[in-house]
């Protein structure tokens, strides 16, 4: 069975925002996220075929949607966030890491 | 869209085990649970048609496998439980909330 801690093993290279594979299959992807101030890249935006379900379990981030709005995440805050609807990461605190989990679904 | 904290809103009456419906679609179900000091009735076995993704977020629990093996569970600790993987929880920390995130997948 395999087994973890979301708060351990987090990765060395900080540099890069990274995107790790927990659980899945077809659709479904479980996976965690670990960014230290790093945002999507101005005028890009996640725009997904199927919803993903996103809870922020340590640091500190900033959503972005098409319409202007912003949802500021703190640890235990989780968004449902539909299909098709355009985001980014506005946002990451640059002075700790930010722990995502994030269910593709 | 749908927003919350994981941490927040406990329920008032934690005589029972409650379990909360976050996301899902399908045969994808994203849920909470609070645990204070429940278990699985002792002869009661989980064995779901699917697998299980879940994490601990809060307080501290110990699953049983019908192989006799234990997994103690801490906060940030999760389990990947296969599909008909018999289960079991067999303690859960008496004095405080334990709050699980599962995705049943």
Redesign the interface.
């Given at each position: 069975?395999?087994?973890?801690?979301?708060?351990?093993a987090l990765p060395r290279d900080l540099y890069e925002e990274t995107f790790e594979h927990?659980?899945?299959?077809g659709e479904?992807l479980?996976e965690r996220i670990v960014s230290t101030g790093q945002c999507t890249p101005v005028g890009d935006w996640y725009d997904q075929d199927g919803?993903e379900?996103v809870?922020l379990?340590a640091g500190e981030a900033r959503l972005g949607f098409d319409d202007g709005s912003t949802?500021t995440l703190?640890?235990?805050?989780?968004?449902?966030?539909?299909a098709h609807?355009r985001h980014r990461v506005e946002w990451t605190a640059p002075d700790t890491e930010t722990i995502w989990?994030a269910?593709h679904?």
């Amino acid at each position: 069975m395999n087994t973890g801690n979301l708060f351990a093993a987090l990765p060395r290279d900080l540099y890069e925002e990274t995107f790790e594979h927990l659980a899945g299959r077809g659709e479904v992807l479980i996976e965690r996220i670990v960014s230290t101030g790093q945002c999507t890249p101005v005028g890009d935006w996640y725009d997904q075929d199927g919803p993903e379900w996103v809870a922020l379990l340590a640091g500190e981030a900033r959503l972005g949607f098409d319409d202007g709005s912003t949802l500021t995440l703190r640890p235990g805050d989780y968004a449902d966030i539909p299909a098709h609807c355009r985001h980014r990461v506005e946002w990451t605190a640059p002075d700790t890491e930010t722990i995502w989990l994030a269910v593709h679904y």
